[in-house]
Each structure stands twice: as structure tokens, then as C-alpha cells.
């Protein structure tokens, strides 16, 4: 199952470009609030997002949920000690962001 940032995002009327997703605010919104159980992560020398989200969820293309959990604007490298959230189950990002 394909997971894009873009899923649930509505397009603007008449425009073929997307709009601002509210999937990110809503991922960095559920961590804070304590909604969406997390775990953290310390990135490491030469590590980035998409190595993580590859570790944790099988696929380093869901990078962009640990950004989103993390307050992290664009985030595939990081430097060495950068604290991020790991939302631990996919499966309850996608509830949330639909």
C-alpha cells in the first residue's frame, strides 16, 4: 500500500498544482497532544530520514510521517544527534490524515 504526503490533499479548484497538504500539521499535532504514540530516534553520521522510516516502517519513502511527527520542514539530512519522531504505527497515521 502507497502512503504519498500528497493523499487526501485537495487540489485547487480549477489548478492542476496541490494544495497545502494539512496532513503534516495534523501528524506533528496528534505527537504533541500525545494522540499518536511515538518513539524517538537519535540520527547518527550519514543517517537521514529515509534511512529511518526504511528501518521502521519497511519503506524509506514514508520519511516525510517522521518529519511531520518531528516539526521537521525538510529533513533527509539532519545533522548527527537530531532527536525525531518515529510514529509507530502507519496504520494509525492513515486514520488520522483521512
Known amino acids: 500500500m502507497a502512503l504519498s504526503r500528497y ?10 498544482r496541490l494544495a497545502t497538504s494539512m496532513n503534516v500539521t ?3 499535532n496528534a505527537v504533541i497532544s500525545g494522540r ?3 518513539s524517538t530516534a537519535v540520527i547518527k553520521e ?5 534511512h529511518v522510516a ?3 516502517y519497511g519503506s524509506g ?10 516539526g521537521i520542514g ?10 525525531v519522531r518515529v510514529p509507530k504505527s502507519i496504520k494509525d ?5 483521512r
Request: proline share 8%.
Open 93 to 97: 497515521v492513515m486514520i488520522l490524515i
Open 46 to 50: 550519514g543517517q537521514r530520514l529515509d
Open 7 to 16: 493523499a487526501y490533499t485537495p487540489r485547487i479548484q480549477g489548478r492542476s
Open 61 to 70: 519513502s514514508l520519511w516525510w510521517i517522521i518529519a511531520a511527527a518531528s
Open 74 to 83: 525538510w529533513g533527509l539530512q539532519l545533522p548527527p544527534g537530531t532527536v
Open 26 to 28: 495534523r501528524i506533528f
Open 36 to 38: 499518536l504514540p511515538f
Open 54 to 56: 526504511g528501518a521502521a
